[in-house]
Nanobody
Framework: QVQLVESGGGLVQPGGSLRLSCAAS????????MGWYRQPPGKERAMVAA???????NYADSVKGRFTISRDNAKNTVYLQMNSLEPEDTAVYYC?????????WGQGTRVTVSS
């Protein structure tokens, strides 16, 4: 089984920055796509950013230009650099790892943007 562990969440002021990390471990041969989703209070979980094994990136319109996703394939780790944070970014952030037929999720890390 594959395990994902997120870290780096916390409380920041509007305009601040955070860097989230997610490390995958367990029975891993290769991961096709890794990504970040978030679930704000009272809302559905939605995709924030994704990155393929080759480094191709995709972002939600709401974060494009502010967030950057990156990946270290040797460490099976995905990162999310979040800049210019807004209160609307407040959510629990989940990473995932997508294989051909299986998706694994982490437990989430909470990000709160507030003055």
């Amino acid at each position: 089984q594959v395990q994902l562990v997120e870290s780096g969440g916390g409380l920041v002021q509007p305009g601040g920055s955070l860097r989230l990390s997610c490390a995958a471990s367990g029975r891993i041969f290769s991961i096709n796509t890794m990504g970040w989703y978030r679930q704000p209070p009272g809302k559905e979980r939605a995709m924030v950013a994704a990155i393929t094994s080759g480094g191709n990136r995709n972002y939600a319109d709401s974060v494009k230009g502010r967030f950057t996703i990156s990946r270290d394939n040797a460490k099976n780790t995905v990162y999310l650099q979040m800049n210019s944070l807004e209160p609307e970014d407040t959510a629990v952030y989940y990473c995932n790892a997508r294989f051909v037929s299986t998706i694994y999720w982490g437990q989430g890390t909470r990000v709160t943007v507030s003055s």
